[in-house]
């Protein structure tokens, strides 16, 4: 593959110095680190700062598929909406871990560097996410993973995500259920930030699965 892509737009003038240049797809060397669950419309405060924010509190995960631990500061996210990069990564991940970042991370990132505050901006009715890769020697950022969510996986509190077992997509609509007949189908299973997924198979909720799954949350 050799198409290219332009990071150009809405970087404080440092950081365009470090990153403009052309993104280029990477080879299968370089995506050792993907994007593995998104959330992109919450109504819930899943980044705990007691607040509900359809900004703050949307997610992106990430996982090191690779055999060594990274250094995630080498690593960037931006969504499909303008060019602009919404968050530098940070901290290091180990092997098979996985790592979230909200909206809040992205907004403090984002006012540190002058870049203003719209988070991670995760569109309700689709999207686009890319997760970009500095690499040594070059001022272009490389695209190491994306992946494209639609409007039923943005609905309220449905994050979708990568089933690692079987490495398919899935929806993970525990706390909203979908029964509509789009890919990725209604699982039943809940969003997990900060955790490996765990999903067992892409089947329809059942209604008393869904009641079971609503009594546990509740606990
Ligand atoms: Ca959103
Ligand atoms: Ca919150
Ligand atoms: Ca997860």
């Not at 060019?83 to 970042?101: K, M, P, T, Y």
């Not at 403090?108 to 870049?115: F, G, I, P, R, S």
């Not at 039923?152 to 007949?181: C, I, K, Q, T």
Request: net charge negative; with cysteine; hydrophobic share 40%.
């Amino acid at each position: 593959m050799s198409h290219l892509k332009r990071v150009c737009c809405g970087l404080a003038p440092a950081l365009a110095i470090a990153l403009l240049g052309a993104v280029l797809v990477p080879d299968a060397a370089l995506t050792q680190v993907v994007i593995c669950e998104v959330l992109a419309d919450p109504t819930s405060d899943w980044d705990g700062d007691g607040v509900v924010n359809f900004r703050t509190d949307e997610w992106v995960e990430v996982y090191n598929g690779g055999a060594e631990t990274v250094d995630l500061a080498a690593y960037w996210l931006r969504d499909g909406t303008g060019d602009a990069v919404h968050l530098n990564l940070s901290g290091s991940l180990a092997s098979g871990e996985v790592a979230v970042f909200y909206g809040s991370d992205a907004i403090a990132w984002q006012e540190l560097h002058d870049l203003g505050s719209s988070g991670l901006s995760l569109n309700n009715s689709g999207d686009l996410v890319q997760l970009l890769q500095t690499v040594d020697g070059q001022d272009e950022l490389v695209i190491a993973d994306e992946i494209v969510y639609l409007d039923h996986e943005a609905d309220d509190d449905r994050a979708s995500g990568l089933v690692l077992a079987s490495g398919d997509w899935a929806l993970f609509d525990g706390l909203n259920p979908y029964n509509g007949e789009l890919p990725p189908l209604g699982t039943g299973c809940l969003p997990t930030p900060g955790v490996v997924n765990d999903c067992d198979g892409q089947v329809a909720v059942e209604a008393d699965t869904w009641s079971r799954v609503k009594a546990t949350y509740r606990d």
